[in-house]
């Protein structure tokens, strides 16, 4: 999908021509530059939210954090989890995120059980 849509933007970018600034982004606004996030929030991102049926409240920002519980969740090192989340440390991954892991504990017992069957 990000491929056709990359696709998309190149054929758009020819329609203003000079007045479309090729920054290599994602989603630009109509013009190539970034979107401003209140409008992004705005146009895009609540209205995807109620297409989805989520809360509105829920924050762009919050995928974030779904993202790395979920990985964490489905026992995806946490180190990938860091550089995915963009965080300068594994210790900042563990300190927001090991609430989700409650079974930490019994899992590392388990392995080590496994080790001496």
Partial sequence: MLQRYREWQQQYAEEP???YAMRELVFASPFGTPIRPANFTRRYFRP???KCGI????????LRHTHAALLLQQEVNPKI?????G???IKATMDTYSHV???M?????????????
Avoid: N, W, Y
Wanted: no cysteine; net charge negative; charged share 35%.
């Fill in 48 to 50: 995807l939210l109620r």
């Fill in 101 to 103: 892991l409650p079974d």
């Fill in 87 to 89: 965080h300068s440390s």
């Fill in 105 to 117: 504990q019994r899992q590392a017992v388990d392995a080590m059980e496994r080790i001496f069957e």
């Fill in 55 to 62: 809360d509105e409240k829920f924050t762009f920002h919050g």
């Fill in 81 to 85: 989890v860091q550089e995915r989340s």
């Fill in 17 to 19: 021509g000079d007045k």
